[in-house]
């Protein structure tokens, strides 16, 4: 547990539990591996900044991923932007079943996404870039399925709306799975 | 046969490894893990050691802490918009055709003292210290006191990139230029100073300030093992330093 005032030794012992699964989650949003490095530092340092926040006996791991998850989607926001690139053409897939949309593009996401409360992203990178079913997120976040379910079904309605607000097509029908 | 099937996720997996899940959720993991679970568990580990083995611990504890703002106390504290005019000022009234003089004791340290140290070749740290008349340049191993404010200027003969640290009398390392950011900020030769002005703290102690300049962007980060480990300067990078001495 980080206390008030943290030592570098809990520093490290954060550092040597987390920086490894944050490193490889950091590999799928991103892919230059020192801007990696810098994202997990970054997030880190976000975690101890703001660490009061944090209550006693949680998961520190939910934390830095929500961190490090919404830290990487403002980056690719914010290089889309000073590029001004025409963002790609997004995989928006029609619903199936109980499952929902699927996004192709880590940093369509991203800029689609732009709204959306961190825990939305967190449970949109998850679901989408992670590929984790609702199921398996409503375990690990503690939340009910019918919770992942609603959220879910928020971000693929803001997303729907960005896209079309913002000139995306939907050019594909087959669903795109991320591998875990 | 053996079962393929993964029933965890990487997710429960990396709680695990971090020793973060509750006993009776590890123990039901235990029974409920298949053989490609298991394999992944060790792949898990084998990533983790390899990312270990290849970091220096005490490196990216001081790089988190210095973005964390963790660093023992803050010892240079951004001046607001009050001194954002003091420095305008400062930064008008520098005249840098005096000539060279004797480095200044700390009985004259109000007097101007042109002379420049420079280090490195051909990049050269000014310190321009705020005071009631005006400005003086700092010269290495010059006074300073608590609540002084300063601003920096760093000579180069090519357009590049720059950062500013400050290393304190406890070894304690901080990004000054830019203060809140990742990477270098750009220099153009003649620009005048950098953005943004410093007020010493009353933490005891040399006060050691060091340019680093290159011809491409660069992370803070990269050179910050230079900084504060005293390892090799990355390639491509020039550096030059000034240390003050504080009352």
Known sequence: MIGSHPTDS?????????????????????????????????????????????????????????????????????????????????????????????????????????????TELAIAVMYHVEGYTQEEIARTEKLSRRTIGKALQKVEQHVRRRATRLGYLPVSNKPERAHR | ???????????????????????????????????????????????????????????????????????????????????????????AIVNWSEPPAPATPPATSHQAAPVVAIKGGDIALVVHLATTDGSRRLLDGDWISPGDRVRFEVHSDAPGYVAIFGVDGSGATSALVPYSGTQAISLSPGAGPLPGAIAFDDHPGDELLIAVVADTPFKLADVQAAVTADRPWPAGTRHTQVRLRKR
Do not use: C
């Open chain 1, 10 to 118: 809990e520093i490290a012992e954060l550092y040597r539990r987390y920086a490894a699964p944050l490193t490889r989650i950091g590999h799928r949003l991103i892919r230059d591996s020192e801007e990696v490095h810098d994202l997990v530092q970054e997030s880190f340092a976000r975690y101890l900044r703001q660490r009061t926040r944090w209550s006693r006996g949680g998961s520190p791991f939910a934390v830095l991923y929500r961190i490090l998850t919404n830290a990487a989607l403002d980056r690719l926001r914010r290089q889309a932007t000073e590029q001004r690139r025409q963002p790609d053409l997004v995989t928006l897939t029609a619903p199936s079943g109980m499952e929902l949309g699927r996004i192709g593009q880590v940093r369509d996401l991203a800029i689609l996404t732009r709204g959306l409360s961190e």
């Open chain 2, 1 to 91: 046969m053996t079962e393929q099937t993964r029933r965890v996720t990487d997710r429960e997996l990396d709680r695990l490894i971090a020793g973060e899940l509750p006993a009776d959720r590890a123990r039901q993991l235990e029974s409920a893990a298949t053989a490609a679970d298991r394999q992944r568990l060790a792949e898990l580990r084998a990533q983790r050691d390899q990312l270990l083995a290849g970091t220096d611990l005490a490196m990216e504890v001081a790089a988190i802490k210095q973005r964390a703002r963790l660093v023992p106390r803050p010892r240079w504290p951004l001046i607001g918009a009050g001194f954002a005019t003091a420095a305008a000022i400062v930064v």
